[in-house]
């Protein structure tokens, strides 16, 4: 089968198209023909070796990581024999990145505790743009967020993955929602329900003296202070992505800031998968519908993935995986 490889760490063009035998299915795994993936922060951090964790989780001098690529959707090929939830011909999706990667390749052998069903109302390039994207939304609003109806929202970072699935979570609420993102993405994310956006190469949104009773932040680019006079009393504040040194700092300095205020500060750590039953039902009530930016090719993996590090991309990047033969 065909796939891209990852043999050192460095820029995304030091991926190599290659030929690598097609996997066999463990005991308790299913074997996936995958029809499409999505690019994901997981990508841009892992093929560079940046930040220095990932090194550390996955090899200091070369990566461990021999195929990469996180969320999929596909069609499975053939069954381990304790598998029990799944057949083969069954279309699926899921988030690989707590059982190795792989994504970007013909087929790849996946646990059965890792797989939903997917959605029929959903196409396969719509159904691999939501599994990470959308569990860091649904995880930060709700779970973490403890998001209510009728709330005051910003969402930072809001014409990307996450944030086009996050407003449309959040529509059916009534909340008042403003997004933040580059001047090219603001018709997007006013199409999708936006009620406020913001260019942030032209408006701090720390500095126009709004206050929230919920922040979503995708970037974490700004100090946690200044974060944390945009928050109402009792805000929230979440973070679902950002450099290592802004992560720390929320960690750290928002602690602090939680003893000594009314007001909260959190890092989400995604459960990979944990949720997807909850974005199925959305999907099936024609709630959610992932924006998808492509489909691209399998062979531009390389430049899409540099493509997203820019964050030049709207919604989701998606690559159709058509198979030979």
Known sequence: ???????????????????????????????????????????????????????????????KVRIPGVDISGSIEAVGQKVHSFNIGDEIYCDLSECGFGGFAEYVC???????????????????????????????????????????????GAGGGVGTLAIQMLKPTKSEVTGVDSGEKLELMKSLGYDHVIDYKKTDFTETGERYDLILDTKSNRSVFKYARSLKKKGMYITVGGTMPRLFEVLMSGSFLSLLTSKKFSVLALKPNKGLDQLNRLAEKDILKPVIDGPYSFDQIPELIQYFGEGKHKGKIVVEIKNRG
């Open 110 to 156: 996946v646990p059965e505790n890792m797989l939903s069903k997917k959605p029929a109302s959903l196409s396969h390039n719509e159904a691999a743009a939501i599994p990470h994207a959308g569990l860091l939304a649904l995880q930060g609003l709700i779970h973490k967020g403890e998001m209510k109806s009728g709330q005051k929202i910003l969402i930072n």
């Open 1 to 63: 089968m065909k796939a891209i490889l990852l043999k050192e760490y460095g820029l995304p063009h030091k991926l190599e198209l290659g030929e690598v035998p097609i996997p066999v299915p463990k005991e308790e795994e299913v074997l996936v023909r995958i029809h499409s993936a999505s690019i994901n922060d997981w990508d841009w951090g892992l093929i560079r070796g940046k930040p220095f964790i990932i090194r550390l989780l996955y090899g200091l001098r070369k990566p």
